[in-house]
């Protein structure tokens, strides 16, 4: 059975000596109370929820699995995933970072980050009922009319409810403009909805009295194409005007998927059969409300491979130094043992500071990102909010692919740690593998991020953000360029950060002259992108840990942090170099192979 204990240091590492985060909240009015005590007092008991209720259904619920009765279209989830969700609504915890307005707490929404993190870690198909639930949440508190703020959002931060996203159609995965599902206005504004939908995570489950799915479809006049998509509430059950539940809506599971991993979730086949539903703001326009759900769940996805990383890390590391196996190449180390512990083996070491490297720079990553969330929806400078937007969504790609893409390469490592072991079921290695692998492909496959990132974020406004960026890493240079401690670290970014401009300027070119360079290149792109940002962010961590260290601070922890940073940028950071060379090898190599595709 494997264990956790949640990275409750290394959190607060990164929000209050590296970022510094209730400097940004003491600017934001409705979080200048949430000092660093509030914030770790908060988090002891989210890590406690966390490894006390949800992780032990973990491995049962994979087992198990979701069970349809196709007579009533009805869901069951494993045993103990109700219970949890109870004790998880009673607790207040879906409230965190919702609006008082609603019902909500108020909280930065870096606490509901940390917190995920570790529920991820937990149990990934667990956390996902509640987790897409608030991605619906924001849709509504910000394209929602007030009657249905009112009608829908205090249940769903209770908890009492939750919400789904229901885009895809068996015949257009990411090309939504090819779905087929229509919307037909009725004379007391709302409409009938008629389609079918698939891979619906949580898109049935008996944990809750009611769902809000939020449902894409198409107006019977729409124009062709994503141009004429809208959104629309379709609640499981009909909601009277009191807020009481009416009649059940003509919205259910026809099956469920059967999957490689996050059994424990139900992933959906919706049948919408004339299902009354109601428009979310304007008509044809259902992909800007829309983005804001994509928009959290694709920096939701990439928690939940950093959740999965630091989980698969932690057993990883409790095996290497308990497992016996061969002696050391340079010695004999546990001589009162037959053989020595395989930690002490370099590629084993290499595995584990690869996951340990790519959860921590995705930790410091992903908390940043929550602070530009928070700065970007509530800061009362414009400029500031504007900013940091900007910025968000510069970087929302890069924590969805890259965070997930690393997440595959770490899980993958610490099973292999396990050799064999972690090819067995018993050890719990292997459904991290399993679970993981999803993320690199839902809520926009990691292609599609790749594009976005250097067609629409950086080729779209001439690299202006990315410059932003590249700003950031600059300062920091010019701030440490002098400290010979600190070269290491600095070096390596300030010269990828010379090289991206051009490098990005030669992509820009070829594509303008043919599109499919920046095909043939995106992938490529966004890990050197990845690179450069967890480049940053290390840098940062080893400035304060190097800084603790001369001012006469003994804490371990600090050696821990530089030792990894020096790995990962001696080890990790290098590839950069072979996929700038393999992103200028060009499009011809990939489209000029009619003869070897045939």
């Excluded at 944990?207 to 629309?232: C, E, Q, W, Y």
């Excluded at 050197?528 to 800084?547: D, E, N």
Aim: charged share 20%; glycine share 10%; hydrophobic share 40%.
């Amino acid at each position: 059975m494997p264990t956790y204990t949640p990275p409750l240091r290394d959190m607060q590492f990164v929000m209050h000596e590296v970022l510094d985060v209730t400097s940004d909240f003491k600017a934001i009015p409705k979080y200048a109370e949430a000092d660093a005590e509030t914030i770790n007092a908060v988090l002891e008991e989210a890590g406690k929820f966390a490894t006390e209720v949800t992780f032990p259904l973990n491995m049962s619920g994979d087992a198990e699995g979701c069970t349809l009765n196709k007579e009533t279209h009805a869901v069951t989830t494993p045993k103990g995933f109700k219970e949890a969700y109870h004790k998880y609504v009673e607790g207040g915890w879906p409230a965190l970072s919702c609006d008082p307005a609603y019902g909500g707490q108020g909280l930065p929404l870096v606490l509901n980050q940390c917190f995920y993190e570790m529920l991820n870690s937990a149990n990934q198909a667990w956390t996902m009922y509640p987790g897409l639930t608030h991605g619906a949440y924001a849709a509504l508190a910000e394209h929602g009319t007030e009657e249905q703020k009112q009608l829908y959002l205090h249940k769903m931060t209770s908890g009492e409810w939750t919400g789904t996203m229901c885009l895809t159609e068996a015949h257009c995965g990411t090309d939504l403009g090819l779905m087929r599902t229509k919307a037909e206005a009725q004379p007391d504004g709302s409409y009938l909805i008629t389609g079918n939908k698939i891979f619906i995570s949580a898109g049935e489950h008996d944990m809750t009295s009611n769902i809000v799915h939020l449902v894409l479809a198409r107006l019977t006049d729409a124009p062709p194409g994503i141009k004429g998509v809208s959104l629309f509430i379709v609640p499981k059950f009909n909601v009277e005007k009191d807020g009481s539940l009416g009649s059940r809506n003509s919205i259910y599971c026809g099956g469920l998927e059967h999957k490689m991993g996050i059994h424990g979730n139900a992933t959906a086949q919706i049948v919408i059969d004339g299902a009354r539903g109601y428009m979310v703001g304007q008509p044809n326009k259902g992909m800007q409300a829309m983005f804001v759900m994509m928009n959290a769940a694709r920096l939701g996805v990439g928690n939940q491979s950093l959740g999965l990383t630091e989980v698969a890390y932690q057993n990883a590391l409790a095996y290497a130094k308990d497992r016996i196996q061969m002696r050391s190449l340079s010695g004999v180390k546990a001589k009162d043992k037959p053989a020595d512990p395989i930690i002490v083996h370099p590629d084993v070491r290499k595995m584990l500071l690869t996951a340990k490297a790519y959860a921590e720079g995705g930790r410091a990553l992903a908390i940043y990102c929550s602070v530009l969330l928070d700065k970007a929806h509530n800061h009362p400078d414009e400029k500031v909010r504007k900013d940091s937007d900007e910025m968000l969504s510069l970087l929302t790609p890069i924590v969805k692919a890259f965070s997930t893409d690393n997440g595959h390469i770490a899980t993958n490592m610490c099973l292999q740690v396990f050799g064999g072991h972690g090819f067995i079921k018993e050890w719990g290695m292997e459904q991290f593998v399993r679970d993981n692998r999803i993320n690199m492909i839902y809520e926009g496959t990691n292609t599609i991020q790749s594009l976005d990132l250097l067609g629409r974020k950086i080729l779209g406004n001439n690299g202006a953000t990315l410059k932003k960026f590249g700003k950031l890493v600059a300062q920091l240079v010019e701030e440490e360029g002098v400290n010979e401690k600190m070269a290491e670290f600095i070096n390596p970014i300030a010269y990828l950060g010379d090289q991206m401009t051009k490098f990005t300027t030669e992509l820009g070119f070829k594509g303008f002259q043919n599109p499919d360079e920046v095909g043939a290149a995106a992938v490529d792109y966004l890990r050197v992108a990845g690179h450069l940002v967890h480049g940053y962010f290390w840098a940062r961590m080893a400035q304060v840990a190097l800084r603790e260290i001369a001012a006469g601070n003994t804490d371990p922890f600090y050696q821990a942090k530089l030792q990894t940073a020096r790995f990962y940028f001696a080890k990790l950071f290098p590839e950069t170099a072979t996929l700038m060379r393999t992103a200028r090898a060009g499009s011809k190599v990939l489209m000029d192979t009619d003869a070897a595709l045939a």
